[in-house]
């Protein structure tokens, strides 16, 4: 059975850092993309991150680009998000996802709470 369990969140002080993981277990190989979505007080979940099999290849919404570094160990089977210069507004449940070639997103945790306080 294929599980992915999130870490790190935690309550922040806004301009601190936190690093979230993500361990999936129930494969030995390793996904073809993986991601981060987080879910905001009063919002839909939302895109973070992504990052593909090699980790060549990394996308970033609009309001994390320049603040957020996703990562991937693939011995480890974990991906990482490294969250500096944190805002309130980055307030939020935090969700791991990971997928195979040609498919959506369908495999998720069960997400991580991250508070930022002002």
């Known amino acids: 059975q294929v599980q992915l369990v999130e870490s790190g969140g935690g309550l922040v002080q806004a301009g601190g850092s936190l690093r979230l993981s993500c361990v999936s277990s129930g494969r030995t190989y390793s996904w073809y993309e993986m991601g981060w979505f987080r879910q905001t007080p009063g919002k839909e979940r939302e895109f973070v991150a992504t990052i593909n099999r090699n980790g060549a290849v990394t996308n970033y919404s609009d309001f994390v680009k320049g603040r957020f570094t996703i990562s991937r160990d693939n011995a480890k089977v974990v991906v990482y998000l490294q969250m500096n210069s944190l805002k309130p507004e980055d307030t939020g449940v935090y969700y791991c996802?990971?997928?195979?070639?040609?498919?959506?997103?369908?495999?998720w945790g069960q997400g991580t709470q991250v508070t930022v306080s002002s």
């Open positions: 996802a990971a997928k195979d070639y040609g498919e959506q997103f369908r495999y």
